[in-house]
């Protein structure tokens, strides 16, 4: 799903930048190879979602007319591509880290990705696994993990991002719609179940973070910046 997950981005961005309706040939070009590519694929992974079908159904259709009407496609891949994030991540929330989850705290896949759109989260990213791999350094993991997550959600838009202070850009993001529900519920847990959006983490304190404070944050954090970038 990685690649069905990228290419369908990729494309989104490409007709973002287009006019009311697609004329542009480059793009419709795109819009022909991501359906001779995926069309089967998602046409199986929405089986069972009848919201799913109808949309590839309506990007099929509409595929053939001289113009391509903008508004449409973005909504409808938008659509896809939550669906597809939501099933892949949705249950990574509830699995028990084993030790090959805990290897480094962002995976290299995901840190590539992450490079592509924001180079100075990425270098925090290197940092934090650095910390990660080394001893007694989780204070510093918990640090850079907050710096990450409020940097990573001011990404998401202009309201995120004029609300001051983490708590706030949290509490606004449980209670809007910016999300899909997993990653929602991965936002919970880290705010809820780990110490890294606490002050304790970002101020003077007498409560310093252990190894499993880290351990717990590892997979909704993951989560998270999937979805983001």
């Known amino acids: 799903m990685n690649k069905i997950i990228l ?27 991501w359906l001779i590519n995926y069309y089967n694929s998602l046409n199986k992974f929405f089986d069972n979602n009848e919201k799913g079908k109808n949309a590839l159904d309506c990007l099929k259709s509409s595929s053939t007319n001289s113009r391509l009407i903008r508004k449409r496609w973005l909504t409808k891949l938008n659509f896809i591509l939550k669906t597809i994030k939501e ?9 028990k ?10 995976q290299n896949e995901l840190l590539i990705k992450i490079k592509k759109v924001d180079n100075k989260v ?14 007694n350094c989780w204070n510093s993991c918990g640090i850079l993990m907050r ?3 409020e940097r990573s959600l001011d990404k998401k838009g202009d309201e995120i991002k004029n609300k001051n202070g ?10 809007s719609n910016i999300f899909g529900r997993s990653v929602l519920e991965a936002l919970k847990k880290l705010d809820n179940s780990t110490k890294i959006t606490g002050d304790i983490v970002a101020h003077d304190s007498n409560i310093l973070l252990i190894e499993n404070d880290i351990e717990l944050a590892i997979i909704p954090f993951r989560v998270l910046l999937s979805d983001i970038f």
Request: hydrophobic content about 35%; glycine content about 2%; some cysteine.
């Open 147 to 149: 710096v990450i997550l």
């Open 122 to 135: 990425y270098i925090l990213g290197k940092e934090l696994n650095q910390n990660w791999d080394s001893i």
């Open 97 to 106: 880290n084993t030790p090959a989850d805990l290897k480094e705290i962002l």
């Open 166 to 175: 983490l708590k706030n850009k949290i509490n606004f993001c449980l209670s």
């Open 7 to 33: 290419d369908t981005e990729n494309l989104y961005k490409q007709i973002l930048k287009s006019a009311k309706t697609i004329s542009d040939q480059k793009i419709k070009k795109q819009v022909e190879n």
């Open 87 to 95: 099933n892949k991540y949705s249950n990574s929330i509830n699995y």
